[in-house]
């Protein structure tokens, strides 16, 4: 059986899926921002062994990891709502992937505190510098610059992760092209323009974040 690929039908279906294409940049940029927010609070409450809340910090990175997303996005669309906590479409996906990249993201920076010299650490207290000093002074613009390649890699996971959005009815690009595959029995051409979409957005944000990394690394290019 052969089957006639149809570009007039993506340039006729192009308009809807560019919608789904707004909604995803859309919610993924703002997740992927709060999730690196979250990430440093996150990782610098562990880091200087904030009483409690590191304890917490650590209960919630453990929860986010052994649950698979869509359990969590269910919960947080599905089941805040029966304690008075109803979000609506949008506020409950960006929720869901701040949290879901959050977690990560706390394990991705502190790993790059960890990964700080121990001499480093040890002139801070050499000088009297209090863990909150060392943190703002020390840790932090070097932990962060040695953690972006894993933060990187959680975005990518939290744009592609933005396709699970669909399951509540969030008009997103895989929602866009899955229903118009349902109505017009057109799936070849609607999933090859969105993964061409998916693949620019990655190689996009990839390019973005290697020139960043490029740039705070100039200054210790020289350095042995």
């Known amino acids: 059986m052969s089957y006639n690929f149809s570009f007039s039908y993506i340039e006729a279906s192009l308009p809807a899926l560019l919608g789904g294409l707004v909604m995803t940049v859309q919610i993924s940029a703002v997740s992927m921002t709060g999730a690196v927010l979250v990430g440093i609070v996150g990782a610098s409450i562990r880091i200087i062994d904030v009483p409690v809340l590191s304890h917490l910090i650590r209960a919630y990175v453990h929860l ?3 649950t698979p997303i869509l359990a969590q ?9 029966s304690i008075g906590l109803g979000l609506s479409l949008y506020w409950s996906a960006v929720l869901c992937l701040v949290l879901w990249g959050g977690a990560y993201n706390i394990e991705n920076i502190r790993g790059g505190f960890l990964a700080i010299s121990r001499g ?9 510098l209090k863990p909150v000093q060392y943190l ?7 932990g962060m610059r040695i953690s972006i390649p894993a933060v990187l890699n959680t975005s990518i996971s939290v744009l592609k ?3 699970y959005m669909q399951v509540i009815g969030l008009a997103e690009l895989t929602y866009v092209a899955t229903e118009r595959s349902a109505m017009d029995f057109r799936t070849l051409e609607n999933f090859a323009v969105i993964c061409a979409f998916y693949l620019a ?3 996009g944000l ?7 990394e490029a740039i705070l690394h100039k200054p210790f290019a020289n350095v042995r």
Not at 73 to 81: E, V
Not at 120 to 128: H, R, Y
Not at 206 to 212: A, D, G, L, Q
């Open 201 to 203: 957005l990655i190689w």
């Open 64 to 66: 986010i990891r052994t």
């Open 73 to 81: 996005l269910f919960f947080i669309f599905y089941g805040l709502p």
């Open 136 to 142: 703002i002074a020390i840790a932090l613009p070097l």
């Open 161 to 163: 992760n933005s396709s």
């Open 120 to 128: 480093l650490q040890d002139a801070a207290k050499a000088l009297g």
């Open 206 to 212: 990839s390019y973005v974040v290697r020139r960043i």
